[in-house]
């Protein structure tokens, strides 16, 4: 099935412990369909290697973030969960996965250049996927195409409303 609108580009990780390197689309796949699911739920999902694979295809109806499914396609990073207790959410992505993050997201805002990129804990407040700061990554991060400053309110934006008497 197909979406018809892409308003959020959302980025999550797979929580699980970075000890498991070989967690891939095939694992997800897995561990989805057990869930009673039709298949893997991303679109895209990026291993600890920085390998980029993909899952359902990015136009497809995806399954990965409550009530959003169907104005968002996906990015899982592998990994996310502490070593010690994988129910824990931990930043633990490899150098590999952050250039493969950068590149998928460069990518999919040619894509869709209508569409926020967002972290899962955004849209459902009961999570905190993918584990890292969203906003602070778009920040520091120069991704091609993308103003973070058109999605939020600047310094800039609050003096120009004072100017204008709108504040
Ligand atoms: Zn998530």
Same mark, same amino acid.
């Given at each position: 099935m197909a979406r018809l609108e892409t308003k959020y580009i959302v980025i999550h990780c797979s929580?699980?412990?970075?000890?498991? %390197?070989?967690?891939d689309v095939k694992w997800i796949d897995r561990v989805h369909r057990e869930r009673?699911?039709?298949?893997?739920?991303?679109?895209k999902v990026l291993t600890r290697k920085g390998e980029i694979q993909q899952g359902r295809e990015d136009e497809e109806l995806q399954a990965h973030v409550k009530d959003y499914n169907h104005i968002s396609t996906s990015i899982c990073l592998v990994g996310g969960a502490?070593?010690?207790?994988? %129910?824990q959410g931990e930043d633990n992505f490899t150098s590999e996965q952050w250039e493969s993050l950068k590149k998928v997201l460069e990518e999919q805002v040619i894509k869709y250049p209508k569409a926020r990129i967002v972290g899962h804990y955004e849209l459902d407040e009961r999570k905190t996927c993918p584990n890292f700061n969203v906003r602070e990554y778009l920040l520091n991060e120069?991704?091609?195409?993308?103003?973070f400053a058109d999605s939020t309110v600047t310094d800039g934006d609050i003096q120009e409303m004072k100017d204008a008497g709108e504040l």
């Open positions: 929580q699980t412990r970075p000890s498991m %390197k070989d967690v009673g699911w039709l298949k893997v739920g991303y679109a502490k070593e010690e207790d994988w %129910k120069d991704i091609k195409g993308y103003s």
